[in-house]
Each structure stands twice: as structure tokens, then as C-alpha cells.
């Protein structure tokens, strides 16, 4: 089992960075490939970035360039750094976590956490 807590979600201006953490428990983190999720009010649940044990990372193509994704395993978190944000990044966050040493990139994710709202507004 794996529980995941995100946190760092909130209210910002258009142009203004967030860093939104995935602090997660249980099994071994450093052998699963960890993503952020996002969901817009109407719209489907995507997948923002997503990052290997090891390292790779891939990214969504609305976000290149602005967002990034890293992971700490030492500290069992990943992060996703935001910046030049916009309105259209207004969300609900999920950290999400692929099975023990799954593919790259993984074909879904097996443990969620609760969400962080994230708002770009004026």
C-alpha cells in the first residue's frame, strides 16, 4: 500500500509559480514512476507530467516549459514546480504512483492522493 498527500495548491496570480509536493508512505518509492494529474471542473482528468524512478521525466504539451517535475527519494516526495502559470491551469492536482518497477512511461497509476486546488485567477 501507498498513501500520498499532496500539498502546496492555492490561489494565484496569472504569471505566478506554485510548487505543489507528493509526500508518500508504504511500499519502496524509489522503484515507482510518480505523475501529477490534474481535473478542471467539466473536463476529463489528464495527466500533466510524470517521472521515473530514476529520473525521466515527460510532460504534457500545454505545460512545457513552464512546469517540472522532480522527485526526491530520500525524502519519499515528488514535486511539480509551476511556473508562468495561467488561467487555464486552474485544477484539481492529484500525485499519483505506478506500480513497483512498471513500464516507462507507466499505462496507469495505482495510488492517488486526496487532490490540491490550485486557482490562477486576478
Known amino acids: 500500500q501507498v498513501q500520498l498527500v499532496e500539498s502546496g495548491g492555492g490561489l494565484v496570480q496569472p504569471g505566478g509559480s506554485l510548487r505543489l509536493s507528493c509526500a508518500a508512505s508504504?511500499?519502496?518509492?524509489?522503484?515507482?514512476?510518480m505523475g501529477w494529474h490534474r481535473q478542471a471542473p467539466g473536463k476529463q482528468r489528464e495527466l500533466v507530467a510524470a517521472v521515473s524512478g530514476g529520473g525521466i521525466s515527460t510532460y504534457a504539451d500545454s505545460v512545457k516549459g513552464r512546469f517540472t517535475i522532480s522527485r526526491d527519494n530520500s525524502k519519499n516526495t515528488a514535486y511539480l514546480q509551476m511556473n508562468s502559470l495561467k488561467p487555464e491551469d486552474t485544477a484539481v492536482y492529484y500525485c499519483?504512483?505506478?506500480?513497483?518497477?512498471?513500464?516507462?512511461?507507466?499505462?496507469?497509476?495505482?495510488?492517488w492522493g486526496q487532490g490540491t486546488q490550485v486557482t490562477v485567477s486576478l
Open positions: 508504504g511500499s519502496i518509492f524509489s522503484m515507482r514512476s
Open positions: 499519483a504512483a505506478a506500480r513497483q518497477l512498471s513500464q516507462w512511461p507507466p499505462r496507469e497509476y495505482v495510488y
